[in-house]
């Protein structure tokens, strides 16, 4: 037999293996198996590539054995009997338990928010809670930029230390990499800052200490003095965001919150924390005010990531949206949903709940951007109302259910967030704080213009064939 037979014959069980290890893998949907397996049988070399870096949200063993030890840690900081469950009206409790079981965080009452103005009084604030801070400062973002508002968070963080308040950043490896080869990143070093980078990928390494390398942390987690903590969609740049300026600007949404669900973000913080630096991070849970009766709310916060419960992210997408009874409206970037998000949507609309759709109607992804385009004619036949923006690019990702629910965060609804990236949101029982964020996603629909069934139908064959022939791969990437 000849050098040449061996090989392919080797390349051959390969591929068969790979094949193999798709199918056999019970927690992937069948979507994503059937596209895995045709990409490799219409390209067996490749495929097997491109599953090896990408097939799987593999996260180094060392990581999820320290994770998880370090999670349980924190979680015995965690008062079960605490729960304000019973204080939600009972047609939105469900989702408060779904979002409440993906890490264990009961729902608290005593929670307070106000909604900043716009992308830069959200950095102003932060600045300010800063200069107050007394003890602690703690900072999550995926993307930090060198620009103004970047600039301007660096310069109050390392005030702060210098004058001896713990500062701790965690900052994704991508998204942040300009800030961490910069020279602001050593000005923090400096002033005593500590500084970790989140899923950084060592080449050439011991495989235990490596991950997929195109998992992300992409959490947006600021918090005060274990009081004072901040959610919402928007990263540390200016909302110019000069890396994709074309695309500006960025349209962000961040809430500022005090009560229990500090210490909640607090333990998705010191969860990466510990994990990236070693450092024991001990909680000072806040004890809530189940009065209520000075304006707070009941909220919980969940943070989902490849080591969650599978699906965790869609689960919770789709009970809160199961909770509507006359209006829901959403806002996001990136909207590929899967099968269960999508089918929660239409069954939303089809049972008479008022469903409105806000998309940014240029995406700096133009792959997503395409794929979008694609889900859009069964969800207007079933009645939901989609609205593009074009004040620029609508990043805010907002959920208002019946005027009185809210859900803000990290995360879009896309693979990337619904099943890879590590991300955060919060949900939260508060009319008033709901009305805000209404009244926010009111201002993004007067700068949006609806998509109706007939431009569907005017869109060029050859457009509809390539949205449709993108969603086929849409579960592996």
């Given at each position: 037999m000849s050098a040449h037979t061996v090989w392919l014959s080797l390349l051959f069980l390969l591929h068969l293996l790979v094949i193999a290890r798709v199918l056999l893998l019970e927690t992937r949907n069948p979507y994503s198996r059937a596209a895995w397996v045709m990409l490799l049988l219409l390209l067996p070399g490749v495929g097997v590539v491109l599953y090896v870096f990408f097939g799987e949200p593999w996260v180094a063993k060392n990581t999820r054995s320290e994770?998880?030890?370090?999670?349980?840690?924190?979680?015995?900081?965690?008062?079960?009997?605490?729960?304000a469950l019973n204080t939600i009206p009972a047609r939105y409790q469900n989702a408060f338990r779904t979002c409440s079981s993906i890490n264990g965080f009961p729902v608290l009452a005593g929670n307070q928010a106000?909604?900043?103005?716009?992308?830069?009084?959200?950095?102003?604030?932060?600045?300010?809670?800063f200069a107050a801070a007394k003890s602690s400062i703690h900072i999550s973002f995926y993307i930090w930029l060198t620009d103004h508002n970047g600039s301007k968070i660096v310069n109050a963080v390392a005030e702060a230390a210098r004058r001896g308040v713990t500062c701790r950043i965690?900052?994704?490896?991508?998204?942040?990499?300009?800030l961490i080869a910069s020279p602001q990143w050593q000005t923090m070093q400096q002033a005593g800052v500590k500084l970790a980078v989140s899923m950084r990928h060592?080449?050439?390494g011991n495989p235990l200490h490596s991950s997929r390398i195109d998992l992300r942390n992409h959490r947006k987690i600021v918090i005060v003095d274990d009081s004072i903590t901040y959610c919402g969609s928007q990263n540390c740049a200016d909302p110019e965001f000069l890396v994709k300026a074309k695309f500006a600007p960025w349209v962000d949404i961040m809430l500022r919150f005090t009560g229990p669900v500090a210490?909640?973000?607090?333990?998705?913080?010191?969860?990466?924390?510990?994990?990236?630096?070693?450092?024991?991070?001990?909680?000072?849970?806040?004890s809530p005010n189940t009065a209520g009766?000075?304006?707070?709310?009941?909220a919980v916060v969940f943070g989902t990531g490849p080591m969650s419960v599978q699906g965790g992210m869609s689960s919770a997408f789709s009970s809160v949206i199961a909770c509507a009874q006359t209006e829901l409206v959403i806002s996001t970037p990136y909207f590929v949903p899967d099968h269960p998000l999508q089918a929660?949507?239409?069954?939303?609309?089809?049972?008479?709940?008022?469903?409105?759709?806000?998309?940014?109607?240029?995406n700096d992804s133009w792959f997503v951007g395409t794929m979008s385009r694609a889900y859009y004619a069964p969800l207007i036949a079933a009645g939901v109302n989609i609205q593009e923006f074009h004040g620029g690019l609508l990043h805010a990702k907002t959920m208002v259910i019946d005027g009185e629910v809210a859900l803000i965060g990290s995360a879009n609804m896309d693979r990337r967030s619904l099943e890879l990236n590590f991300e955060n949101n919060i949900l939260l029982y508060a009319p008033p704080t709901a009305a805000l964020i209404r009244a926010r996603q009111d201002s993004y629909l007067a700068k949006a213009t609806a998509v109706s069934a007939l431009d569907l139908q005017r869109r060029p064959k050859w457009r509809i064939i390539l949205q449709n022939?993108?969603?086929?791969f849409e579960p592996i990437f």
């Open positions: 994770a998880r030890h370090d999670f349980q840690q924190l979680q015995q900081e965690l008062d079960p009997t605490a729960s106000s909604l900043t103005a716009d992308s830069n009084a959200s950095i102003d604030a932060m600045v300010s809670d965690v900052v994704d490896a991508i998204g942040s990499r300009t060592k080449f050439g210490t909640q973000n607090q333990m998705l913080f010191a969860d990466d924390w510990m994990v990236e630096s070693g450092e024991n991070l001990p909680l000072h849970p806040i009766d000075d304006g707070s709310f009941p929660a949507l239409i069954a939303c609309s089809r049972r008479g709940v008022a469903v409105t759709l806000i998309v940014p109607a240029r022939f993108l969603t086929i």
